[in-house]
């Protein structure tokens, strides 16, 4: 049996039995810094905190340790993090996490080249077709869709957060964006307290609209990722989220166990709109059709014993 795959059993029955609650998935938010100033961001509005190599990696670690096996490297924009002193860079990270992390992968705004990234996945930005697109993230849209296609990754992603500013063309946009990247994973804006909040969050009942245009497409053959039990399950936030399953950490390496928003803003599970965490939760709840996602997405590789 490969060791993956003994992992998530053993994981899975310490879990339930033993009541040992461990992480599998790790966030890392490596960085603030970024070139865009997202309307809907409010990361890059917080003081810039560039973590050193060595210190980067610790981190890392640390995540590992604490039972993480898949890590996102996120920000801001990973691709800009550098230590200039060792003249290391992100792709110097990637390479290093790989050696024990199943699956290591990297979420980008998609500005810059996206070729030669040694993640086992790539997350681009996409949020919206070019006016929406510019509004939302700036004048940006024509360079990262030359660089989506010039990429030579094989297993990349976009993922959309859908807001009111883009929620009216959610099928254009997904039928814009399919025959350009192997698949398309979706959430809805969470409001963290910005200004821009107000003109940004998809009430509920909107929400249940754009899920149903979704889950239409995904049974039309476009590359939609989520899976139906996740997306019928996001309607109402009908769901149980088990979020001990996730670690993340922030780039001064502060690290917290639980829901994605702790030490980042205030929590209203009710207003949830992150997937990856319904998928996730769904998973543990022995979903066939969430396991499936994981499965397809990281590309879990063998880890040397």
């Given at each position: 049996?490969?060791?993956?795959?003994?992992?998530?059993?053993?994981?899975?029955?310490?879990?339930?039995?033993?009541?040992?609650?461990?992480?599998?998935?790790a966030g890392y938010k490596i960085t603030?810094?970024?070139?865009?100033?997202?309307?809907?961001?409010?990361?890059?509005?917080?003081?810039?905190?560039?973590?050193?190599?060595?210190?980067?990696?610790?981190?890392?670690?640390?995540?590992?340790?604490?039972?993480?096996?898949?890590?996102?490297?996120?920000?801001?924009?990973?691709?800009?993090?550098?230590?200039?002193?060792?003249?290391?860079?992100?792709?110097?990270?990637?390479?290093?996490?790989?050696?024990?992390?199943?699956?290591?992968?990297?979420?980008?705004?998609?500005?810059?080249?996206?070729?030669?990234?040694?993640?086992?996945?790539?997350?681009?930005?996409f949020d919206g077709l070019k006016e929406?697109?510019?509004k939302v993230r700036g004048v940006f849209?024509?360079?990262?869709?030359?660089?989506?296609?010039?990429?030579?990754?094989?297993?990349?992603?976009?993922?959309?957060?859908?807001?009111?500013?883009?929620?009216?063309?959610?099928?254009?946009?997904?039928?814009?964006?399919?025959?350009?990247?192997?698949?398309?994973?979706?959430?809805?804006?969470?409001?963290?307290?910005?200004?821009?909040?107000?003109?940004?969050?998809?009430?509920?009942?909107?929400?249940?609209?754009?899920?149903?245009?979704?889950?239409?497409?995904?049974?039309?053959?476009?590359?939609?990722?989520?899976?139906?039990?996740?997306?019928?399950?996001?309607?109402?936030?009908?769901?149980?989220?088990?979020?001990?399953?996730?670690?993340?950490?922030?780039?001064?390496?502060?690290?917290?166990?639980?829901?994605?928003?702790?030490?980042?803003?205030?929590?209203?599970?009710?207003?949830?709109?992150?997937?990856?965490?319904?998928?996730?939760?769904?998973?543990?709840?022995?979903?066939?059709?969430?396991?499936?996602?994981?499965?397809?997405?990281?590309?879990?590789?063998?880890?040397?014993?």
């Open positions: 049996m490969s060791n993956w795959v003994s992992y998530f059993l053993k994981y899975y029955f310490e879990t339930k039995i033993f009541k040992r609650k461990k992480p599998i998935l603030y810094n970024c070139n865009l100033r997202c309307i809907h961001c409010p990361y890059w509005r917080k003081v810039h905190f560039e973590p050193k190599y060595q210190e980067a990696l610790e981190t890392v670690k640390k995540m590992y340790q604490m039972g993480a096996r898949i890590l996102i490297f996120e920000g801001g924009e990973p691709l800009l993090w550098k230590d200039k002193e060792l003249n290391k860079d992100i792709i110097d990270l990637i390479k290093e996490a790989k050696k024990f992390y199943f699956s290591v992968g990297i979420t980008t705004n998609g500005t810059l080249k996206l070729n030669d990234i040694p993640s086992d996945v790539i997350w681009v930005s929406t697109y510019n849209f024509d360079r990262v869709i030359k660089n989506i296609k010039e990429s030579n990754h094989e297993n990349l992603y976009v993922n959309i957060t859908i807001n009111k500013i883009n929620a009216f063309e959610i099928e254009e946009m997904v039928k814009f964006i399919s025959p350009l990247v192997k698949g398309i994973t979706i959430q809805f804006h969470y409001p963290y307290g910005i200004e821009e909040d107000k003109d940004l969050f998809v009430p509920i009942e909107e929400r249940k609209i754009i899920i149903d245009k979704l889950i239409n497409l995904k049974k039309k053959g476009y590359p939609l990722a989520d899976s139906y039990v996740c997306l019928q399950s996001m309607k109402n936030n009908s769901w149980k989220c088990h979020d001990w399953m996730l670690v993340n950490a922030n780039p001064d390496g502060s690290i917290t166990q639980g829901c994605y928003l702790k030490s980042r803003g205030k929590i209203f599970c009710n207003l949830c709109g992150f997937a990856a965490h319904v998928e996730i939760s769904k998973a543990f709840d022995l979903s066939l059709s969430c396991i499936n996602v994981g499965r397809k997405i990281f590309k879990y590789r063998q880890i040397p014993a």
